[in-house]
């Protein structure tokens, strides 16, 4: 069983993650004070994930039911200089994606959600078209827009970081459907 204090924390580190992530919603906050924002973002998920392994180690319970996450220090020292790693987190209002290379974390702006489901159902559509009965095949020419519309919306915000590196996705939600090949 865990403390009432260890509890405490835990809502506590919950409710300034929510604060700073409420920041990163706000878009001249970011571009005014990236590296502020980046600092504090980065600071409190260590300090959730090392609270995480403190109610590891005071409840077997709790150790069984988790993952054991990794800081983004952890993270960055798994990725070699060739590599990125995408981490996409979608929200109602916009959404985000955290570049994380070992040397550097950077963190660019998403559409809504409403505009990406949008995108990802009309790919999905075009590319499940042949099965659906009565339906002629998109044409390529239309899945290449679909693909080409979506792509801006999922890697324009990025494309300067990306240069010629082996890229690593991590995603959630509607975009775990979505191939992400090149």
Known sequence: SLSPEILQRERNLRKELSFWSAQLSNSPNVRDNPAVIRQNVESVIDRYHDLESEMR???PGF???TAVPLTSTQ???LLDSQTILLEYSLGERTGFVCAVTRDNLTIFELPPLKLLKHAVREYQHLVLSPSEPGRAPASPRELDQ???RLSRMLLA??????GSRRIVVSTEGLLQNIPFAA
Do not use: C, T
């Open 57 to 59: 180690a005071a409840s």
């Open 63 to 65: 150790a069984s039911l």
């Open 75 to 77: 993270i960055k020292d």
């Open 146 to 148: 679909a693909a080409k």
């Open 157 to 162: 915000p990025i494309a300067k970081v990306l």
